[in-house]
């Protein structure tokens, strides 16, 4: 089993930066997919970037150029930094980890971007 833990939500005015934290633990594996989604009221969850164990990522057209993913294997940890945020940007934001094992997901945190 993995445990996947999120941190660094909160409320933020437009134009402004957050970082994200998603700390794995229990039956970590070196490789594995991993990725942050979100999902706003009344939304689907969709996926907002993806980072594979050897570092190639993937980003949401809305979000290219603004956020950037990172992860730090020796952690367990990865990251998502969030530059210029926009009030389209509010949701609950979720770290996804996808292993030989299964696929894992985090309880989400909160962010809000105010206008």
């Known amino acids: 089993q993995v445990q996947l833990v999120e941190s660094g939500g909160g409320l933020v005015q437009a134009g402004g930066s957050l970082r994200l934290s998603c700390a794995a633990s229990?039956?970590?594996?070196?490789?594995?997919?991993m990725g942050w989604y979100r999902q706003a009221p009344g939304k689907e969850r969709e996926l907002v970037a993806t980072?594979?164990?050897?570092?190639?990522?993937n980003y949401a057209d809305s979000v290219k150029g603004r956020f950037t993913i990172s992860r730090d294997n020796a952690k367990n940890t990865m990251y998502l930094q969030m530059n210029s945020l926009k009030p389209a940007d509010t949701a609950i934001y979720y770290c996804?980890?996808?292993?030989?094992?299964?696929?894992?997901w985090g309880q989400g945190t909160q962010v809000t971007v105010s206008s």
């Open positions: 229990g039956r970590t594996v070196s490789i594995s997919r």
């Open positions: 996804k980890q996808v292993t030989v094992y299964g696929t894992y």
């Open positions: 980072i594979s164990s050897g570092g190639s990522t």
